[in-house]
């Protein structure tokens, strides 16, 4: 069931935004591997693995509190963004920017969950001097960076709704 989040958020989510996105995270990611000697990148991607959780129940933390806020706040320019339609299209009915907002946070939050238990289960899985783990560490590499690009996004999306700016 999860997985039609994951359909919803890439059906209202504009594809050159998500493009850029993906290809600074995907940038970000491969910088992360050009370091010259290889036992410093065993110790970053420890370093790193221990920071992401951290960094990860933050976040989660966070898109919780902002969804939150998105769904109980009375504030008439959230009552207004819920008759308010994108052109976006999801099951053939045009997408409220409430709904979009939605959406997108809770694909969020959803990664952000996906990448805390992968961390926390990293170091019993993979060695980061193999292959595999440099591999699995790219990727969450990758996702996080891009998880924190879709947040910040997000933020600035609810900002300029709790705030009526275009």
Not at 136 to 146: C, E, P, R
Request: glycine share 4%.
């Amino acid at each position: 069931m999860w997985l039609l989040v994951f359909f919803e958020y890439f059906k209202v989510t504009n594809t050159k935004a998500l493009l850029l996105n993906l290809v600074v995270a995907g940038l970000i990611c491969f910088g992360l591997f050009y370091i010259p000697n290889p036992i410093n990148l065993i110790k970053f991607i420890e370093q790193f693995i221990n920071n992401s959780t951290s960094v990860l129940s933050l976040l989660v933390g966070f898109t919780v509190a902002m969804f939150t806020l998105l769904i109980t706040a009375s504030n008439p320019n959230i009552d207004e963004i819920k008759t308010s339609l994108t052109d976006y299209l999801l099951y053939n009915e045009k997408v409220s920017i409430y709904k979009m907002l939605l959406i997108r946070m809770v694909y969020i939050i959803l990664i952000e969950s996906i990448l805390l238990l992968f961390n926390l289960l990293y170091p019993f899985f993979f060695e980061p001097c193999t292959n595999l783990g440099k591999i699995f560490f790219g990727i969450d590499a990758f996702l996080l960076t891009h998880v924190i690009l879709a947040n910040i996004n997000n933020t600035v999306d609810l900002y300029f709704v709790l705030t009526k700016k275009n």
